[in-house]
């Protein structure tokens, strides 16, 4: 799991409650994504992060949001306008975008009940 | 939007035996990856080969591009039960700074 922390591993909330996944790394990348993949599929984008400070909709960025203030730290809101939001939630860093590999963390599993 | 698109979905095998696993993708890329993921856990990434390059190694794996096909391969050779795990490939297609994943090979090698 790299130099990639996420906490907490699981997490549970009741419907209407906004929560926030933490994702911070020591590797100095710049780049930073959130993905979210449910049971027997791929990875989804919701956000992602390419410097300090700025951010970008991935594909389905509806009912999240997220903030950049520090290179290290990429947290995630999940809102109470997620629809489904039960899920398995992993960050991942980069050094280069997508020209290079993606160090992952250790994923945030979310129930929501 | 998921780029890549993995065949099979699942793959049985004994150990000792090879596994391949094929991705295929629908626009230009400039590289592609492939990854591996134990059951609940983050990704790892096995091997990234660009889109100049049509075949790669590293220790046990072996990776084919073929950009014509629009399509790449994943052999793992002599496979052990620890290689029992879901492995996807990923493409740099469309946004150039986020990757595109493909719904991924679950993998089961038994002793």
């Known amino acids: 799991d790299g130099g990639i922390t996420q906490s907490p591993k699981y997490l549970f909330r009741k419907e209407g409650q906004n929560v926030t996944l933490s994702c911070e790394q020591n590797?100095?990348?710049?780049?930073m994504y959130w993905y979210r993949q449910d049971p027997g599929q791929g990875l989804r984008l919701i956000y992602y992060s390419q410097i300090v400070n700025d951010f970008q909709k991935g594909d389905i960025a509806e009912g999240y949001s997220v903030s950049r203030e520090k290179k290290e730290s990429f947290p995630l809101t999940v809102t109470s306008a997620q629809k489904n939001p039960t899920a398995f939630y992993l960050c991942a860093s980069s050094i280069a975008g997508a020209q290079g590999e993606q160090y992952f963390g250790p994923g945030t599993r979310l129930t929501v009940t | 939007s998921q780029q890549g698109e993995e065949d099979p979905q699942a793959l049985s095998i004994q150990e000792g035996e090879n596994a391949t696993m094929n991705c295929s993708y629908k626009?230009?890329?400039?590289?592609l990856q492939w990854y591996r993921q134990n059951s609940g856990r983050g990704l790892v990434h096995l091997i990234l080969?660009?889109?100049?390059?049509r075949e790669k190694h590293s220790g046990r794996l072996r990776v084919t591009l073929d950009t014509s096909k629009k399509s790449s391969s994943l052999l793992i050779t002599a496979s052990r039960a620890a290689d029992t795990a879901s492995y996807f490939c990923?493409?740099?297609?469309?946004?150039?700074?986020?990757?595109?994943f493909g719904k991924g090979t679950s993998l089961l090698v038994t002793p």
């Open positions: 590797l100095n990348h710049d780049a």
């Open positions: 990923a493409t740099d297609a469309n946004s150039g700074y986020a990757l595109n």
């Open positions: 080969i660009r889109s100049n390059e």
């Open positions: 626009t230009s890329i400039n590289n």
